[in-house]
């Protein structure tokens, strides 16, 4: 059974940096593409960052560009997401996702298999 944990979330000033980090069990983690996503209140799930199994290709959702950087650690199991210059839009509660079956990295929800249970990012203005 593949289990994702997300940790790292906070309060933060805008301006702000926190890194989250996406621990994973269960699976071989080192061959599948992960992702982050987040979800505002009364909004839907958005896609933030991905990366590929080897770490070689990510992409970002255009919010993302610029200040968020996605990183994994195979050896450790474990996907990260540094977030700089944080702004009170970003807040929202953070997931982390795994692709299965495909290599590639994917933006839709729907292309991910297993889901972490959410870290809270709160940016205060």
């Known amino acids: 059974q593949v289990q994702l944990v997300e940790s790292g979330g906070g309060l933060v000033q805008a301006g702000g940096s926190l890194r989250l980090a996406c621990e994973t069990s269960?699976?071989?983690?080192?061959?599948?593409?992960m992702g982050w996503f987040r979800q505002a209140p009364g909004q839907e799930r958005e896609f933030v960052a991905a990366?590929?199994?080897?770490?070689?290709?990510?992409g970002y959702a255009d919010s993302a560009k610029g200040r968020f950087t996605i990183s994994r650690d195979n050896a450790k199991n474990t996907m990260y997401l540094q977030m700089n210059s944080l702004k009170p839009e970003d807040t929202a509660v953070y997931y982390c996702?795994?692709?299965?079956?495909?290599?590639?990295?994917?933006?839709?929800?729907?292309?991910?298999?297993?889901w972490g249970q959410g870290t809270q990012v709160t940016v205060s203005s």
């Open positions: 996702a795994q692709r299965s079956g495909r290599p590639g990295i994917s933006r839709f929800t729907s292309d991910y298999a297993y």
């Open positions: 269960g699976g071989d983690f080192r061959l599948y593409p």
């Open positions: 990366i590929s199994w080897s770490g070689g290709s990510t």
